[in-house]
């Protein structure tokens, strides 16, 4: 039977710091029940260390979870859209933290979808014999680029990281197919502009540039849109039906978004996991931090058909269909974890919003 990529470890790194939609009400003209109804989210993670610091402990956990040294690995891919600088990479810095010295790195920028479409390159490599042992990593600290005085676009987003180590399978188990586009003409519509050449070289600190501004209604019908189309192509492709699918595994990106794609999709929820409601948005991190929830919750079985769509800036989507192996359990389990903080999540926010302020003469600075 041909080579294939399957996923042997898995691993996430949730920071500490909650932000609650109580305490968005304390930053922005917003209400709880108005966050629930449009988006499903209640609470959203903060991170009080560097993207780095997320993508690290995760890869550890997925490491520790495989029964694999770092020494083993040969590729260590970070899907990200939020590095902490832009040379070296993050999995550059994450392959010298753990220690894999046998291993190339490389970040891949796709925002939102950058876990699927990492996960296509990896598996290309491991079929073809070019790699055996691949890290990929999602990873990501949004809240830099949130003005928390935007409702239409702070209240979604949270910071994280998620990691899963594939492995070659001749049993026919692993990703069986992959499905990717893009539309750049649609890039305007959500739009990250720092850490960027753009302009004269000299340093920027406009906050309307470093913010994260996207259009939501615009999105949210060409995320429900790409998601349902992406996915019935990927089944397709594997000679597969909606019935054959045991769980899609989507980006979280908003409860209502699911739910719509889903639906076109004509699968039932109870096949759909959705893990928003306490971490909000987390971009490339969301996929590989639903398929650990999905595995804690016990929602994976041993050879079940996984679907993971995922759509984002670019604009960019991509569906994987992939056969789940033997194991449903880690093989070991990495104790390590981030720095204590006792920050609130107002305290971790007070730089942020006073670089912020500029944009929103008429509100407080500081809260
Ligand atoms: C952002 C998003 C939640 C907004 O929901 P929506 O149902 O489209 O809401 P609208 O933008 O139509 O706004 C409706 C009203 O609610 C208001 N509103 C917007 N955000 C609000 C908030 N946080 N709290 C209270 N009211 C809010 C608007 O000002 C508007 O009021 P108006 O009618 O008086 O002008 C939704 O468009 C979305 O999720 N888009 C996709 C974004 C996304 O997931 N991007 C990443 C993809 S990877």
């Known amino acids: 039977m041909s080579r294939r990529a399957k996923i042997t470890g898995w691993g996430k790194c949730v920071p500490p710091v909650s932000l609650s939609n109580a305490d968005l009400e304390k930053l922005m003209d917003t209400n709880d029940e108005w966050i629930v109804e449009r988006t499903g989210i209640s609470n959203r993670q903060l991170s009080h260390v560097e993207n780095t610091d997320l993508a690290e402990l995760a890869a550890r956990r997925a490491l520790a979870c495989s029964g694999l040294d770092a020494s083993e690995i040969d590729l260590v891919v970070v899907a990200t859209c939020t590095p902490e600088i832009l040379c070296p990479s993050v999995a550059a810095m994450v392959q010298d933290r753990i220690g894999a010295i046998n291993a190339g790195a490389f970040d891949l920028n796709a925002a939102c979808s950058g876990f699927v479409y990492g996960t296509s390159v990896v598996a290309g490599l491991i079929e073809s014999g070019f790699a055996d042992k691949v890290l990929l ?103 597969l039906t909606v019935d054959d699918v045991d769980l899609v595994i989507p980006h979280q990106a908003n409860a209502r978004i699911i739910d719509s794609a889903t639906r076109r999709l004509g699968i039932e929820q109870s096949r759909v996991f959705v893990n928003i409601a306490n971490l909000g948005n987390t971009a490339a991190a969301s996929i590989p931090m639903a398929i650990c929830d999905a595995l804690e919750a016990g929602r994976v079985s041993p050879g079940d058909t996984i679907v993971l769509t995922a759509f984002g800036g670019g604009v960019t989507w991509g569906s994987i269909v992939l056969t789940w192996g033997e194991r449903v359990e880690p093989a070991g389990v990495h104790v390590g974890e981030l720095p204590p903080t006792d920050m609130t999540s107002l305290d971790l926010l007070q730089d942020n919003l006073r670089f912020y302020a500029p944009l929103h003469t008429d509100k407080p600075s500081v809260v």
């Open 137 to 239: 990593i999602g990873a990501e600290k949004l809240h830099f680029a949130m003005d928390y005085r935007d409702r239409g676009t702070a209240i979604l987003f949270g910071d994280g990281a998620g990691a899963a180590v594939f492995e070659p399978s001749t049993d026919g188990v692993g990703v069986l197919a992959v499905d990717l586009g893009a539309d750049g003409g649609k890039g305007g519509t959500m739009l990250i502009r720092s850490m960027g050449s753009m302009g004269e070289p000299q340093a920027t600190n406009d906050p309307e540039i470093h913010r994260l501004y996207f259009e939501g209604q615009a999105v949210f019908k060409i995320a429900v849109q790409g998601i349902s189309a992406s996915a019935k192509r990927v089944l397709e492709r594997a000679n």
